[in-house]
């Protein structure tokens, strides 16, 4: 009779032990896709943050130009020219781009 329930003990901590290595596997195997999304989700968060921190200096940049603009002639005089205008006593010459070819 001990033999049969030392088999049976034996047999129960087998059982036992599949049964939680099962239960280790299925929530590897459930939590790894969220962990990939979160992974993709932190990606796109930093690339955003990266396009935010452009578009933040680009903006600065703006309202440097503008606050420039406003209270600096020349430097409305040299945007004017880079545009091609000029004042009425000047004149404009264009030179074309060499091309390196000769």
Do not use: C
């Not at 896709?33 to 968060?45: A, C, E, H, M, S």
């Not at 943050?49 to 578009?55: A, C, D, G």
């Not at 903006?59 to 209270?71: D, I, P, V, W």
């Not at 545009?83 to 000047?90: K, L, T």
């Amino acid at each position: 009779m001990q033999q049969t329930e030392k088999y049976w003990n034996l047999i129960n901590r087998i059982v036992l032990i599949a049964v939680i290595v099962m239960a280790g596997v299925g929530v590897v195997l459930a939590f790894t896709p969220k962990v990939r999304q979160l992974r993709d989700y932190q990606g796109r968060n930093d690339a955003l943050r990266q396009r935010i921190e452009i578009t933040v200096a680009a903006e600065q940049e703006l309202k440097n130009k503008q606050r420039r603009f406003q209270s600096d002639p020349r430097f409305v005089e040299k945007v004017a020219h880079e545009v091609g205008y000029a004042r009425s006593d000047e004149t404009i010459f264009h030179f074309p781009e060499e091309t390196g070819e000769r």
